[in-house]
């Protein structure tokens, strides 16, 4: 069983250029959630889908951002015309319905550095 | 609001040393669920409990312990004789409400010395 992968591991972009991180969940994982975090602090929640369907949008979510899930597998998480804010670590995590306690599995990360 | 503080920025300790991380929980929820993840310098998180609101029952994982009182809003993790491996960043989340969304705490670090 393999764990939640994701691509690129680091990212070096020119502020206004645009990004794209990739996730994949671990097999039969239904849920899948992207939290960035900055230097010194913990995660933070931007958004997650169940399947195809994206359930719950962060207000840290802005409009440069975008995130698709479209086969119900694995996800893409776009950011437009970056900018040095957006600097951070992109988590990726999955988890299983079965059960209530949903406890969401990681993957390594994407780090991002916007110039 | 829904909030998790962890006071302790980082802890130094010597090898063999006990060590309990302190977290603090706020939720007006009365279902809920408390995670606590570590963070090794590789930088992946990496799962180690969870627990629900209405399971306050300590329990113990080898060096690792939980203790969960809702009285203090608290779910404090401890490990007993230390080692350098166990140096990491420690999260403690919550998850209530009707989302899935896990909130963190700002993470303790903690540096185990040989």
Sequence with gaps: DTGVSQNPRHKITKRGQNVTFRCDPISEHNRLYWYRQTLGQGPEFLTYFQNEAQLEKSRLLSDRFSAERPKGSFSTLEIQRTEQGDSAMYLCASSSLAGSYNEQFFGPGTRLTVL | ?114
Excluded: H, M
């Design chain 2, 1 to 114: 609001a829904q909030k998790v503080t962890q006071a302790q920025t980082e802890i130094s300790v010597v090898e063999k040393e006990d060590v309990t991380l302190d977290c603090v929980y706020e939720t007006r929820d009365t279902t809920y669920y408390l995670f606590w993840y570590k963070q090794p310098p590789s930088g992946e998180l990496v799962f180690l409990i969870r627990r629900n609101s209405f399971d306050e029952q300590n329990e113990i994982s080898g060096r690792y312990s939980w203790n969960f009182q809702k009285s203090t809003s608290s779910f404090n993790f401890t490990i007993t004789a230390s080692q350098v491996v166990d140096s990491a960043v420690y999260f403690c989340a919550l998850r209530s409400g009707n989302t899935d969304k896990l909130i963190f705490g700002t993470g303790t670090r903690l540096q185990v010395f040989p």
